[in-house]
């Protein structure tokens, strides 16, 4: 039931998107698709209701209810990530707006992107962290809290992972392609209408 629920939810989060987006470009009613887009939360919040109640009700603590608090910790970290991203492109690929910047590829400002990415899943992770930790006091020390605990681990080496990705391109940054100024390497280029 629960992988049901978070398969819902994931495709519910890309209905309220598209819909969101339509509302306001498509339909010239960008409060309106504000408000869509801001329904979003709720479905984490059903989410983390049903998992809390199926705890509650006796079910054993497994990797779905592992899984459960990961992705809520996922959504709330990026979607909104997510959602930036999807409009920018939507914006400029059907309505004429601006192209989007790309990352940049090059140097400091290289690091400095990937510390910005790092920080989200960090903070994924982190949001994760705290919800399996809930569930496992709530559980108490006497349930089986095993898969919680695996994906308490699984959550910190992600979070490692990032730092280390993040690190190496801090320490050792990429160099631009010979023939282009560091400058221009560093400044993050737009996209082109394809």
């Given amino acids: 039931m629960i992988v049901t629920l978070i398969v819902i939810c994931e495709v519910g989060f890309w209905v309220l998107l598209a819909v969101g987006l339509a509302l306001r470009y498509a339909a010239k009613m960008p409060r309106a698709g504000a408000a869509v887009l801001l329904m979003e939360p709720l479905l984490e919040?059903?989410?983390?209701?049903?998992?809390?109640?199926?705890?509650?009700?006796?079910?054993?603590?497994?990797?779905?209810?592992?899984?459960?608090?990961?992705?809520?910790?996922?959504?709330?970290?990026?979607?909104?990530?997510?959602?930036?991203?999807?409009?920018?492109?939507?914006?400029?690929?059907?309505?004429?707006?601006?192209?989007?910047?790309?990352?940049?590829?090059?140097?400091?400002?290289?690091?400095?992107?990937?510390?910005?990415?790092?920080?989200?899943?960090?903070?994924?992770?982190?949001?994760?962290?705290?919800?399996?930790?809930?569930?496992?006091?709530?559980?108490g020390g006497d349930g089986a809290i095993d898969s919680l605990r695996t994906w308490q681990d699984r959550m910190l080496l992600l979070a490692g992972i990032n730092v280390v990705i993040a690190a190496t391109y801090t320490l050792f940054p990429k160099k631009a392609p010979a023939g282009t100024g560091s400058a221009e390497a560093e400044r993050p280029r737009s996209f082109t209408k394809s």
Avoid: C, S
């Fill in 45 to 139: 919040v059903v989410l983390l209701v049903v998992t809390a109640i199926d705890l509650k009700n006796g079910a054993e603590p497994d990797w779905m209810h592992g899984l459960a608090a990961v992705y809520i910790g996922f959504t709330v970290a990026m979607g909104h990530r997510a959602i930036k991203w999807a409009d920018a492109r939507v914006a400029h690929r059907f309505f004429g707006g601006p192209a989007p910047v790309a990352p940049p590829k090059y140097g400091m400002a290289r690091a400095a992107n990937e510390w910005r990415t790092a920080g989200r899943w960090i903070l994924a992770a982190a949001i994760a962290l705290g919800l399996l930790q809930a569930a496992i006091w709530y559980v």
